[in-house]
């Protein structure tokens, strides 16, 4: 049941109504976060006087009269993987514990412009290495849920502060589900838009072929709302697409009557939680009751997506950490004599253990001898899989499956088995390969009250569809 009393619309009705002020909305949420924050660790960094500055200005518009943005006095929270100018930017880890840098991502600076009030940057896996939030230099994120359980990751912080309404919106990065795992885990709506849609620029980069930064929301009409804002081609990221971007508030008006709705059965395999399965195929004949045809299709090359996933993703974050030196930013050892050391001992000392096992995974995949056996045959494998997908979509309008194959699990349960841990990402890691669109939203319980999600996977640059499903879905 989605919250209605802390939506983009809710507030923002408040704010336009003269029920509230900007300032006043903003010292609650601070107020909640101060509260709730030594216990959840969702937050690195807290940003009072800056948020509080911002509101007063948007209460000085609003009460002049003047045309105020579409998120104009909504707190928001922002992944600290982008950065934010004159804010702290430490992407989860000891490398960038005191990094501030001289300027913000596109997307954060979008959401400002639109009005948007930063409260904060949020905790997560450090580099965006993780499925559970538990491998940041600042300790583990805990669920708001059940505070024993892991809220997922990378995007934990993120998910976790619109779970314990320490926000309205939060920002989050996704390279193989790092937001539509947590935000599964957590209860709560999370967007990855197509690759290309939302620009990259500011964004820290772990996998570059795969990151894509998307949104935490209390409903589907929210992330359609932050959607329409932070879309849109920018000069300063080649990657990003020059495309119209359609009103994704206006496609959540139509109906599900005739949809076609494709149900993978390699998504529904041995292994997945029997709750969570049930609750997946419940969902799915309440689209039926809503008009959707179900289709029964296949994506044969599922099983290697995650295999192929830890080729890729470890290759390309050696190639994008070399940066990390010692030399021009962030943390440099006081241990080093000659330059040699110096870049072994910075980085010896400010990566954790998960970053440093996949930059020594991806160096060696793509060393001499070994690039061909491992990164080649993955990009291949890729290719097959995004073919999967291209096929399917020929049948059908949007998939719908399980997000995450398990509920939240205990803090601590994984670490010793990261191959246990990767594959909590097996529903989310394909859409990413394949550069697409997907949304995870609530779609029950389990019998120990853990929040279950179901992902809705579009077509390239069709965002709309899937938040017309979800909106629909979310309706009933």
């Known amino acids: 049941m989605v919250n209605r009393e802390n939506t983009i619309q809710c507030l923002r009705g408040k704010l336009v109504d003269k029920k509230t002020t900007s300032v006043a909305s903003t010292e ?21 006087d800056y948020a509080l500055t911002r509101a007063a200005e948007v209460d000085k518009k609003l009460g002049s009269g003047n045309n105020v943005g579409p998120l104009a006095g909504i707190p928001i929270g922002i992944k600290d993987i982008l950065t934010t100018k004159g804010i702290k930017t430490t992407c989860g880890s000891k490398i960038l514990q005191n990094y501030i840098p001289p300027y913000s991502a596109t997307a954060v600076k979008k959401l400002e412009d639109a009005g948007a009030i930063i409260v904060g940057k949020l905790n997560m896996d450090e580099f965006a290495m993780g499925s559970s939030s538990e491998h940041s230099a600042f300790g583990p994120v805990k669920n ?23 926000c309205v919106v939060t920002l989050g990065t996704d390279t193989g589900g790092s937001i539509r795992q947590p935000a599964a885990l957590c209860g709560v709506v999370g967007l990855k838009p197509t690759y290309g849609r939302v620009s990259r620029y500011g964004l820290v980069a772990f996998a570059s072929s795969l990151d894509q930064i998307g949104s935490f929301t209390h409903s589907v009409e929210d992330a359609a709302i932050v959607l329409n804002v932070i879309s849109g ?13 359609p009103d994704f508030t206006g496609s959540l008006k139509k109906d599900i009557k005739g949809l076609k709705i494709g149900v993978p059965k390699e998504y529904f395999i041995k292994g997945t939680d029997k709750e969570i399965d049930a609750s997946v195929r419940t969902a799915i004949e309440n689209m039926k009751k809503l008009g959707a045809e179900i289709v029964e299709i296949s994506l044969p090359h599922t099983e290697y997506a995650v295999p192929c996933y830890y080729i890729i993703a470890p290759a390309e974050a050696s190639a994008n950490l070399a940066r990390f030196d010692g030399i021009r930013y962030g943390h440099r050892s006081k241990k ?38 491992y990164y080649r045959k993955a990009q291949c494998v890729r290719t097959l899989i995004k073919n999967d997908f291209q096929d399917a979509f020929k049948r059908v309008d949007a998939i719908v499956t399980p997000t995450s194959p398990t509920p939240a699990f205990k803090l601590g349960d994984r670490l010793d088995d990261p191959v246990k841990m990767y594959l909590a990402d097996i529903f989310t890691i394909p859409v990413n390969l394949a550069g697409l669109p997907a949304i995870s939203i609530p779609c029950g319980k389990t019998k120990k009250d853990l929040p279950i999600g179901m992902q809705i996977i579009g077509k390239h640059f069709d965002e709309e569809t899937i938040l017309r499903v979800a909106h629909n879905y979310e309706q009933i």
Request: charged residues 25%; aromatic residues 8%.
């Open 28 to 48: 609650a949420y601070l107020k909640k976060i101060k509260e709730t924050n030594k216990r959840l660790n969702s937050f690195i960094t807290v940003c009072d």
């Open 144 to 166: 708001p849920v059940n505070e024993k359980m892991i809220p997922g990751g990378s995007s934990g912080g993120s998910a976790a502060a619109i779970a314990a309404d320490q």
């Open 233 to 245: 081609r920018d000069k300063n990221d080649s990657t990003s697409i020059d495309r119209e971007v």
């Open 336 to 373: 080093s004599d000659v330059l040699k050391e110096l870049y072994e001992n910075s980085r010896t000392e400010g990566f954790g253990p998960e970053v440093t096992l996949r930059i020594m995974v991806g160096t060696y995949v793509l060393s001499s001898g070994y690039y061909d056996a």
